[in-house]
């Protein structure tokens, strides 16, 4: 079925999953700086180049988009006239639910289907092992279809375009907020001389339990002692500043602190009654 595949975008995602036989387009491949080494990427994974978008989408029933974030949507609206009727547009992009909602507009109106898919993990080295959520109308009969081309880790979100695309844009608050507090946290305890120590500090004081827990603790802190924490925060951002490291991501840790604290709840037990307390009282505040 791989000549029946198209793989529009061809930068690390379209190599991880290109199989002998698809057809395959990238927009540098007109670029006389970057053809000729994009000729060459389709030659090695055997796969048939395209000069042009429509000539990729000419035969495919199944289109895996895999282009940049900031080019997901033109790329959708762009090629939705050139799609089979019925075919699939695979959005394996990197996007907001709304933006994904906005290039199934397209992609429906022009008769084919489109199709939210979020890739949850690196895809180097897995490869067509990496895992996928899968969402929207066309969900089941997607999975099957990605199953079929090679993928061996594809789960349904659900039933609604964005399903997929919000748990991995979610996710990515926690996970991307982590590497860059880890580099500003890091950055500072080496310029300050103090890593092994910081290191040593944080592997005895940090709890093995699951993020639940830990997000109903944290929020606990927050309500309680998040203005008194702000002001705790303001002391470490100049602490960074004297040391000659921006505290970009302790600056939204005080403000993060302080409108937490500045709420006024008494922490109840439970996490949902926390998200719980906290919506009422943002609700009677914009009110």
């Known amino acids: 079925?791989?000549?029946a595949v198209a793989?529009?975008?061809?930068?690390?995602?379209?190599r991880a999953f290109a199989c002998p036989g698809v057809a395959a387009f990238d927009v540098k491949v007109a670029d006389p700086a970057n053809g000729p080494a994009m000729i060459a990427a389709f030659d090695a994974a055997g796969a048939r180049g395209a000069s042009s978008a429509a000539?990729?989408?000419k035969r495919a029933d199944l289109a895996l988009c895999l282009v940049t974030a900031d080019q997901a949507l033109a790329a959708a609206r762009a090629c939705a006239p050139m799609l089979r009727p019925n075919a699939m547009w695979i959005d394996m992009n990197s996007v907001a639910p709304a933006t994904k909602r906005a290039a199934a507009a397209a992609v429906e109106a022009a008769g084919a289907r489109y199709v939210d898919v979020a890739v949850m993990a690196p895809v180097l080295p897995?490869?067509?092992a990496v895992p996928l959520l899968v969402a929207g109308p066309h969900a089941d009969a997607a999975a099957a279809a990605l199953r079929g081309y090679g993928f061996t880790h594809v789960s349904v979100a659900g039933?609604?375009?964005?399903?997929?695309?919000?748990?991995?844009?979610i996710r990515s608050v926690m996970v991307k907020g982590l590497e860059a507090l880890s580099a500003e946290c890091v950055l500072a305890a080496h310029r300050a001389g103090v890593a092994d120590a910081v290191f040593a500090s944080l592997d005895a004081s940090w709890k093995a339990q699951d993020w639940a827990a830990r997000t109903d603790y944290n929020l606990d802190r927050m309500l309680a002692h998040g203005t008194r924490?702000?002001?705790?925060?303001?002391?470490?951002a100049k602490t960074l500043e004297d040391l000659g490291i921006a505290p970009a991501m302790t600056r939204a840790t005080i403000a993060r602190q302080r409108a937490l604290g500045a709420l006024g709840i008494a922490p109840p037990d439970g996490l949902a009654a926390k998200l719980a307390a906290i919506e009422h009282r943002e609700e009677e505040a914009a009110a």
């Open 55 to 57: 000539d990729a989408l």
């Open 7 to 14: 793989l529009i975008g061809f930068g690390e995602a379209g």
């Open 1 to 3: 079925m791989h000549d």
């Open 229 to 236: 924490r702000a002001a705790e925060m303001e002391e470490v």
């Open 126 to 128: 897995a490869r067509l």
């Open 159 to 169: 039933a609604t375009v964005g399903d997929a695309s919000a748990i991995k844009m």
